[in-house]
């Protein structure tokens, strides 16, 4: 009986050893394609950075000779951030120009609007289907969901159509209005966390004599305040690099995407500055990037989470 016991304990080791061994093995596998992935993306960044400082001249020099000691010195030098701040303009009619100081308030102004009025349509939407049992709740639950599947293409016509009759076209407030909608992944994070709020906070609060909108002003809210801050920080990210919607609805607005897609095609150099070089371009891109680079490090933990945690929990 002893040595079967014994039999049993060794081959149970041995079972332990094996995947203990084989999970090593996975976990060195799994880090070895994750740190050439991660390197994949950094080394590209990295380079931008560097090139962002080089003067134009530099730039050409065979790589070679890039980093000897007569040219180290020219590597790093903010020649290159001062013109792109000092030069750079979008013209948006005849003779009308919007330099970098106009070009960083209109993406503020659509990238905070933008963000806040689509995280709101989404949280009051995900609100009324999750938490009101109608016809129409299910109804919109379903057209989003088919909007998510179903590519619509065709619509940008209509869009531009709408706009103009409302007088609302080439406007902020038309381009604001444009984006806030409340279709698509978040509207479903959302609605998620809302239905797994019990239904006895309704109860009870019904009973103290609170109405709908205090309900869902000073108990349902606040209890997803994390997802729709997420939501809200992820919106933003999204408007500010956005330049698609600004070049067709509001060309008298640009923003700093806008205008970094403008230099990159070579157009806005009106000046005796040549800013069309690949390290201005660069330089451009850093100054784009930075924003984004600051409220990733005071925010990114927020990011990083799992914003489907449930409203509850969060």
């Known amino acids: 009986m002893e040595k079967n016991l014994t039999f049993y304990n060794v081959k149970a080791n041995k079972r332990k050893t ?7 093995l996975f976990k060195i596998f799994a880090f070895i394609i994750l740190f ?3 390197i994949s993306l950094i080394l ?3 380079w931008s950075f560097v090139v962002s400082f080089q003067t134009p001249e530099t730039y050409l020099i065979e ?14 030098n903010m020649q290159n951030y001062v013109e792109v701040l000092s030069y750079f303009e979008i013209q948006v009619m005849a003779g009308v120009y919007v330099d970098i100081g106009g070009l960083i308030l209109n993406s503020i102004m659509y990238s905070v609007g933008s963000a806040l009025f689509q995280t709101l349509a989404c949280c009051l939407m995900a609100y009324i289907v999750a938490r009101f049992n109608f016809i129409s709740s299910k109804i919109i639950y379903t057209v989003v ?5 179903l590519p619509i293409v065709g619509a940008l016509p209509s869009q531009v159509q709408v706009l103009d009759f409302l007088g609302l076209y080439d406007t902020m407030t038309g381009l604001i209005i444009l984006s806030s909608n409340f279709y698509g992944i978040h509207f479903l994070i959302l609605h998620a966390s809302f239905k797994t709020i019990p239904k006895d906070f309704n109860e009870a609060a019904m009973i103290d004599g609170a109405g709908q909108w205090r309900i869902m002003l000073t108990i349902m809210i606040p209890l997803v305040k994390n997802a729709l801050l997420t939501i809200f920080l992820l919106k933003f990210i999204a408007f500010w690099n956005d330049y698609q919607t600004p070049l067709l609805f509001a060309k008298s607005y640009p923003t700093l995407a806008y205008g970094l897609h403008w230099i990159q ?3 806005g150099n009106h000046t005796d500055i040549n800013l069309n070089t690949d390290p201005h371009k660069l330089a451009a891109a850093m100054l784009i990037f930075i924003p ?8 990114h933990k927020r990011l990083m989470g799992n914003i489907a945690a449930g409203g509850i929990k969060g």
């Open 292 to 299: 984004i680079l600051v409220l990733f490090m005071f925010t």
């Open 145 to 149: 969901l088919i909007v998510m599947v």
């Open 63 to 76: 790589l070679k000779d890039q980093f000897s000691f007569y040219s180290f010195s020219q590597l790093f």
């Open 265 to 267: 095609n070579g157009s």
């Open 36 to 38: 050439a992935y991660a």
């Open 18 to 24: 094996d995947k203990s061994v084989a999970s090593l």
């Open 44 to 46: 590209p960044m990295v």
